[in-house]
């Protein structure tokens, strides 16, 4: 059965930083094309950043150049540091996977599944 536990989050002041952890049990995260959203309080769901099977890694414009995503292969493990936080960064973070009869590995929010509980990041200003 394939699971996603994510963990990390917590509230910080603007400026700071957090890692964010994405446990997943029953697949390979290696072979999966995997995400990173956020859902902020009335507002829908959305893209934060994806990481394909070989370790290519794409961002919303909003993030780029503060948060990284990354892969621990050996232990099935998603990351997602987030650094430079804002308040407008404030919202609960999901990891999913990329359906795997889904070819390419997309910036998008369709085509995802198998989501966590979610963690929620809050950073005040």
């Known amino acids: 059965q394939v699971q996603l536990v994510e963990s990390g989050g917590g509230s910080v002041q603007a400026g700071g930083s957090l890692k964010l952890s994405c446990a997943a049990s029953?697949?390979?995260?290696?072979?999966?094309?995997m995400g990173w959203f956020r859902q902020a309080t009335g507002k829908e769901r959305e893209v934060v950043a994806i990481?394909?099977?070989?370790?290519?890694?794409k961002y919303r414009d909003s993030v780029k150049g503060r948060f990284t995503i990354s892969k621990d292969n050996a232990n099935d493990i998603l990351y997602l540091e987030m650094n430079s936080l804002e308040p407008e960064d404030t919202a609960k973070y999901y990891c999913?996977?990329?359906?795997?009869?889904?070819?390419?590995?997309?910036?998008?929010?369709?085509?995802?599944?198998?989501w966590g509980q979610g963690t929620q990041v809050t950073v005040s200003s």
């Open positions: 990481i394909d099977s070989g370790g290519i890694s």
């Open positions: 999913a996977r990329r359906r795997p009869w889904l070819t390419t590995c997309t910036l998008t929010l369709n085509g995802y599944g198998d």
């Open positions: 029953g697949y390979t995260v290696s072979r999966s094309c």
